[in-house]
């Protein structure tokens, strides 16, 4: 079983950009397709991005779309997540979970979860 942690959260202006760090640890932790959820105050946790173990498949919530980037250097063991032009309606903690080879955007289907990393955008 692999564990996540995320990092790289903070507080910033709209239109700033934040990075995003999902470190995996694990011998077969390249072997997981990792998805990045989010969840504001009040609602409920939502999908944001997922990348496959190669990298080669990609997938992005619509609201996210041509604003963030979703990448992986598995010699590293870690997934990023490229935050630019960011809106006050990013703000939420941001999750990464990994799910054995195969990936989903649904959160259900992901069953190893970091603790989570806060953004949060000011207007």
């Known amino acids: 079983q692999v564990q996540l942690v995320e990092s790289g959260g903070g507080l910033v202006q709209a239109g700033d950009s934040l990075r995003l760090s999902c470190a995996s640890s694990g011998r077969t932790s390249d072997n997981y397709y990792i998805g990045w959820f989010r969840q504001a105050p009040g609602k409920e946790r939502e999908f944001v991005a997922a990348?496959?173990?190669?990298?080669?498949?990609?997938e992005y919530a619509n609201s996210v779309r041509g604003r963030f980037t979703i990448s992986r250097d598995n010699a590293k063991n870690t997934v990023y997540l490229q935050c630019d032009s960011l809106k006050p309606e990013d703000t939420a903690v941001y999750y990464c979970?990994?799910?054995?080879?195969?990936?989903?955007?649904?959160?259900?289907?992901?069953?190893?979860w970091g603790q989570g990393t806060q953004v949060t955008v000011s207007s």
């Open positions: 979970a990994g799910r054995y080879l195969y990936g989903s955007n649904r959160e259900s289907e992901y069953p190893v």
């Open positions: 990348i496959s173990r190669t990298g080669r498949i990609v």
